[in-house]
């Protein structure tokens, strides 16, 4: 074994290179903060050029977990670490260091003995989370609150847990961390002090969940027994083949790092075991019993039955102490203790190591899982807008519009509750605005698409159908062509009043109700206890579930049959018994107890509805119904057709409608249609399918208004196979991702499911939302504005406006370095569409189209430089422009435009003529063009300019008196002229 230390000097001589050869593996070690890391660095790449191994997994946090390492040499990424706070000096900021793996930092709160400890979890730092996944939710394990609680007793001398009960599980997300806190309370006269433990997924603004209470106190005496005689004498060896195997299809997956469980016997009513944390699992000190470890030994409880029973997770935990931290292979015996069972671990010798009086354990339910995060349910409401200053527009309607564009264009949408009006309304929108975003004289002006009750303000109101499709179409467009089009909800269509009301609050999405502006808003769903629920699933009656043979489809089939107890279920889908998996699913479905019929219905047409409905057994009628059929045609705005939007709504609202019309005089209970977000936020690249659900979620309300079970749940990406996102490709899911959408794991999205059904809200949006992300996009949607709170900046201000700056900064730029400054910029906002660590990873002179920027990506490209430079640039820009460079000479010319000496006078005329005279008073320019046209006035007979109505108007509205008059303020022509001091 060859060891190097690469030093100041890391250049490679010739007598390193010739100890190395081609079967020596180089395992660097570079001390952090290295004043020469770099060239350490430089010269393990060249190793790698000359066939040298180096193992650069050394350099990575965690040794060996499985990441992205470089693929050629001096690849421009960077695949360490910088040093965190955690790494630096916590006393700088006035918190102690808590010095364990779990817990960064305590504070002792001043004027009392309480003290919390704060962490973050997460599997980048604490990879042996992901190991631990109970209903595809990856959870903190009960043992990880009793590490927690112990630690932080042990920072004020309780190093006993005299009790701890678990309250709700604490879900860990598969991307980004939670952040935890221990709160210690004072002590009593026994030395004992209360401990929670607590978690907050998001931002500031979040609410905490509570996880976990107990107490800890002072430890007494240690534990006593003696387990040197091993294997027990007369114990029976248990045969562990498979165990994980059946935990894992009872819903509870062990990873490598909770598979600790070796070797196990029983001896009447006793277990014992012999458990070992896995290699490389134990590598991080400070533990008091590594939560995988202990985990591992409750494993071992119920190993005397036959069987793998349901999933059963700690509960409770009793009298709590550890003898030796830091264990990584022990013998554990379990004795049954009233209700639950005592666990005494010893190591290898039979010493003792640590104890637990009573543990108890209980089933986990989907409801309960969904409860360890904060409840992704929430609604769309619509909030007053306050007061709003609202001057007269010049608007027109659209089909009076010629030549003369006006400030606003009015596209009236037309109302109907029928399919052939849904379908024929969304046309004429999707025609209308395409011709709006495509016609250059439209650039200038904003185009208000105006509904009359297409979105419902309160819960008495019923939404129109085509108007609602209109909104989701539209709100799409919005997505893809920011600050172009405003969304109208009024009262009445011709009012100006409301017109100029909707405009004036600035929003994309306004309701006008009784001359008050309404703005729409994201907000949580809270259930009301005394509320009635949405949805009831009986077992007398059938259900109906249609798309039965998508993955979401078994998914929630499934789910009726075993959570809600239906036991008939009417199942179709276009293709029915001949559709892939189909017999596997009836099978399973039968198995599980429920009669099932399995039809092949195209839910587009009527008769074939009105058919399957009249073929139910009159003994069992129709008493639910879950719509979860559709299908996806993405494309953006400028792309669609009314035949793509037909294929869309035909499975989705057609079918919907259809069943609305044809259970009317049927004894339902349930009436749910899955939509999607997609309705709500206006997904970009989605405008058809968008518009099928918000048509959908206004189905639910329309229903409700009129006294009928329905409820609509808006969702957002199911994770995995399930729901539409399985479709979508890497790019896709990473566009999603930086909208701060996170997705649903299948058990927790039935959960929600649940959850929503408990509610009496007609329309239910269960999303997975990344808080913290939100706070972080620059232009984030007003939508997400009652959800997120921004930090404010220094100074109490709003800060200069990116565009802005730009323009001052190539402004002061020398003329030969605007167009490398400019490059930058689009590579910065290409390299962050496309997933790149920077700008430094995108070929400038590459297409755009090889760098692998679709129509939707383009689109997401250009919103992103308009934002960055203040432009209004084309949607086809990556598709009008070579590639980078040559764009960014573009936007050179549109930003930073040669001199005014370059530019022919007639242009210069122009100019100078549009320009409003109080600009040229301000500017203290006004005084020398009157010089330089003969008509200056001698200084002391000026008085100072009185604002009026003259600020505004422009030098060629002005003849030579009016021109003049406007520089003397109110003082006479004639008098000037004769020298008059007035």
């Not at 043992?143 to 001398?157: H, I």
């Not at 070992?276 to 939560?291: C, S």
């Not at 059963?312 to 013998?331: K, M």
């Amino acid at each position: 074994t060859t060891f190097l230390e690469l030093g100041p000097d890391a250049a490679l001589t010739p007598m390193i290179e010739g100890i190395l050869t081609d079967d020596v593996t180089v395992v660097p070690s570079l001390r952090r903060g290295h004043d020469e890391q770099r060239q350490a660095l430089t010269a393990l790449a060249k190793l790698h050029v000359t066939g040298i191994t180096v193992d650069w997994t050394a350099l990575l946090p965690q040794a060996g977990r499985a990441v992205d390492l470089p693929t050629y040499p001096f690849q421009r990424q960077r695949y360490w670490q910088r040093a965190s706070t955690s790494d630096g000096d916590l006393g700088a900021v006035g918190v102690d260091a808590a010095r364990h793996p779990l817990l960064g930092a305590a504070v002792t709160l001043a004027g009392s003995d309480s003290t919390v400890l704060t962490g973050r979890l997460s599997v980048h730092s604490q990879p042996w989370l992901a190991d631990h996944v109970v209903g595809g939710a990856i959870l903190l394990p009960g043992t990880g609150f009793v590490e927690l609680a112990l630690s932080a007793g042990g920072q004020v001398g309780c190093d006993a847990l005299t009790e701890l009960v678990l309250e709700a599980p604490l879900v860990v997300p598969e991307r980004g961390g939670v952040t935890v806190q221990v709160l210690l309370g004072a002590a009593d006269e026994t030395g004992s002090r209360p401990v929670t433990v607590h978690s907050r997924d998001g931002g500031p603004d979040q609410p905490w969940t509570r996880h976990a209470t107990g107490t800890v106190a002072p430890a007494t005496r240690p534990p006593s027994f003696d387990l040197a005689a091993w294997p027990p004498p007369g114990a029976a060896p248990v045969d562990l083949t498979g165990r994980y195997d059946a935990q894992a299809a009872a819903g509870l997956a062990y990873g490598p790092a909770f598979q600790g469980l070796r070797a196990a016997w029983t001896a009447g009513d006793q277990v014992y075991a012999e458990v070992a944390l896995p290699a490389g699992d134990g590598a991080d000190d400070g533990y008091r019993m590594h939560p995988a470890l202990l985990d591992a030994c409750l494993q071992a409880v119920g190993l005397d039955t036959a069987q793998v029973g349901p999933v059963r997770l700690p509960f409770a935990f009793s009298g709590v102490t550890v003898t030796v931290p830091d264990a990584t292979t022990v013998r554990v015996r379990i004795t049954p203790a009233g209700d639950g069972v005592r666990l005494d671990i010893a190591d290898a010798a039979g010493l003792p190591v640590a104890s637990v009086d009573t543990l108890t354990l209980r089933e986990l339910s989907a409801a309960q899982l969904a409860a360890g995060r904060p409840d992704p349910l929430y609604r769309l409401a619509w909030q007053p807008a306050g007061t709003v200053d609202a001057p007269p527009v010049r608007w027109a309607a659209w089909e009076d519009v010629r030549d003369d564009v006006p400030e606003v264009v009015v596209l009236r949408s037309e109302p109907g509750r029928d399919a052939a009006a849904v379908h024929r309304a969304t046309h004429r929108a999707l025609e209308h605005v395409q011709t709006w975003l495509a016609d250059d004289r439209y650039a200038r002006s904003t185009l208000l698409v105006a509904t009359r009750g297409a979105v419902a303000v309160t819960d008495e109101e019923a939404p129109d159908l085509a108007g609602a499709a209109v909104w989701g179409l539209v709100r799409s467009a919005q997505s893809e062509q920011p600050d172009r089009i405003v969304l109208a909800d009024l009262d009445d269509p011709d009012d100006p009043a409301a017109l100029a009301l909707a405009v004036a609050t600035g929003e994309p999405q306004v309701a006008v109700r009784a001359v008050r502006a309404h703005v729409a808003r994201l907000a949580r769903l809270t259930a009301t206890p005394d509320a009635p629920p949405a949805t009831v699933f009986g077992e007398a009656g059938t259900v109906l579930v249609t798309g039965a043979t998508g993955l979401l489809g078994r998914l929630v089939a499934r789910h009726l049959v075993t959570t809600h107890g239906v036991r008939r279920l009417l199942l179709t889908s276009r293709r029915g018994a001949a559709a892939a998996g189909a017999d596997d699913l009836v099978a399973e479905l039968t198995a599980l107890g429920a009669h099932v019929r399995l039809a092949a219905c195209d839910m587009g047409d009527r008769d074939a509805v009105a058919a399957l409905l009249a073929g139910l057994d009159p003994a069992h009628p129709l008493t639910g119904v879950v719509h979860s059929a559709g299908v996806l045609d993405d494309g953006v705005i400028g792309s669609l057709t009314p035949d793509r939007v037909d294929v869309v709504f035909r499975p989705k609202v057609d079918a919907a409608l259809h069943l609305h019309e044809l259970t009317a005089g049927l004894p339902l209970t349930a009436f749910v249609l899955f939509s999607s977000a997609a309705g709500v936020v206006g997904n970009p690249g989605q405008g058809s399918y968008a518009a099928a659900n918000a048509c959908l979620d206004a189905l639910a309300a329309h229903r409700r208004a009129a006294g009928l079970p329905a409820q609509s749940l808006a969702w957002g990406a199911w994770a995995g196979d399930a729901g539409m996102a399985a479709n979508l490709d890497a790019g896709d899911r990473a566009r999603v991702e930086r909208t701060g959408v996170r997705p649903l794991a299948p058990a927790e999205g039935l959960a929600l499911l649940d959850a929503a059904a408990a509610t009496d809200a007609a329309v239910v949006v269960p999303v997975g939302l990344d808080l913290a992300a939100l706070a972080g996009v620059p232009d984030l949607p007003p939508l997400f504005r009652g959800l997120v709170r921004r930090p404010a900046r220094a100074g109490g201000g709003a800060g200069p406006d990116a565009a802005a700056a730009l323009t001052r900064r190539l402004a002061a730029l020398p003329a030969g370095e605007r167009e490398a400054a400019l490059l930058d910029v689009v590579l910065t906002q290409a390299a962050a569409i496309l997933g790149h660590a920077g700008p430094q990873d995108v070929d400038p002179d590459r297409a755009f189209q090889e760098l692998g920027f679709d129509s939707l990506s383009a689109v997401e490209f250009r919103n992103q430089l308009n934002s960055a430079t203040g432009l209004r640039l084309p949607a086809t820009l990556v598709f009008d422009h070579p590639n980078a460079r040559v764009l960014a000479a573009e936007l050179v010319t549109a930003l930073a435009p040669a001199p005014a000496d370059g530019l022919p006078e007639d242009r210069v005329r122009e100019v100078l003529q549009g320009i409003p005279l109080s600009r040229l008073r301000e500017a203290g320019l006004l005084d020398r063009l009157l010089e330089l046209g003969g008509l200056a006035p001698t200084p002391d007979t000026i008085t100072a300019p009185a604002a009026d109505d003259e600020a505004g108007r422009s030098i060629d509205e002005m003849d030579a008196d009016d021109l003049i008059s406007m520089a003397l303020g109110d003082q006479d022509l004639d008098d000037f002229m004769t020298g008059d001091p007035r």
